[in-house]
T-cell receptor
């Protein structure tokens, strides 16, 4: 089974803190994604990566950055956390082959106070 | 830009009955994939069903089937013999090809399904 692991399920951070959300997948997938989930807004793509050190902006990249130094690991960084970044963050991965599905981690609940 | 629209924020169905969740999308691509994902209270996203656009035949997985209308850009999910365990948030998703030649997945806003005993 594909396993996408997000290191933290629940985090509480203060405004202005630098926050790291870590994600690891064990299936050698080329693509990795970070989404944000908010009620009524569904899943919105923040950033994605199709190879080591390669990244592309999604629909809502402002206030976020990412890092992919190894194929299996994709980190989401909030340089200076703000209260409007309180949300559920979902990491996902997929292989590059056409048609394959996207596999999700269990999510990280981030509260910024 | 591709978009995915789910116009029903919430639906209810009686146990053992049938319910249909709606999804429309907008794209200029001719070949693509569509998905339905289920998110139960545990928040773990689970693939329900997948449809390849070039296939005319509607996908089916046990009690779950789709009605794929390519010309109308419609992709609805039918759940037959609804069970209490089907209660969840359902997301429709579209796999889009990016300018770099890779893929990204665009999701709708979701439909919360309640199953009444």
């Amino acid at each position: 089974d594909v396993k996408v692991t997000q290191s933290s399920r629940y985090l509480v951070k203060r405004t202005g803190e630098k926050v790291f959300l870590e994600c690891v997948q064990d299936m050698d997938h080329e693509n990795m994604f970070w989404y944000r989930q908010d009620p009524g807004l569904g899943l919105r793509l923040i950033y994605f990566s199709y190879d080591v050190k390669m990244k592309e902006k999604g629909d809502i990249p402002e206030g976020y950055s990412v890092s992919r130094e190894k194929k299996e690991r994709f980190s989401l960084i909030l340089e200076s956390a703000s209260t409007n970044q309180t949300s559920m963050y979902l990491c996902a991965s997929s292989p590059l082959r056409a048609g394959n599905t996207i596999y999700f981690g269990e999510g990280s609940w981030l509260t910024v106070v | 830009a591709q978009t995915v629209t789910q116009s029903q924020p919430e639906m209810s169905v009686q146990e053992a009955e049938t319910v249909t969740l709606s999804c429309t999308y907008d794209t200029s691509e001719s070949d693509y994939y569509l998905f339905w994902y289920k998110q139960p209270p545990s928040r773990q996203m689970i693939l329900v069903i997948r449809q390849e656009a070039y296939k005319q035949q509607n996908a089916t997985e046990n009690r779950f089937s789709v009605n794929f209308q390519k010309a109308a850009k419609s992709f609805s999910l039918k759940i037959s013999d609804s069970q209490l365990g089907d209660a969840a948030m359902y997301f429709c998703a579209y796999r889009s090809t990016t300018t770099s030649g890779t893929y990204k997945y665009i999701f709708g806003t979701g439909t919360r399904l309640k199953v009444l005993a």
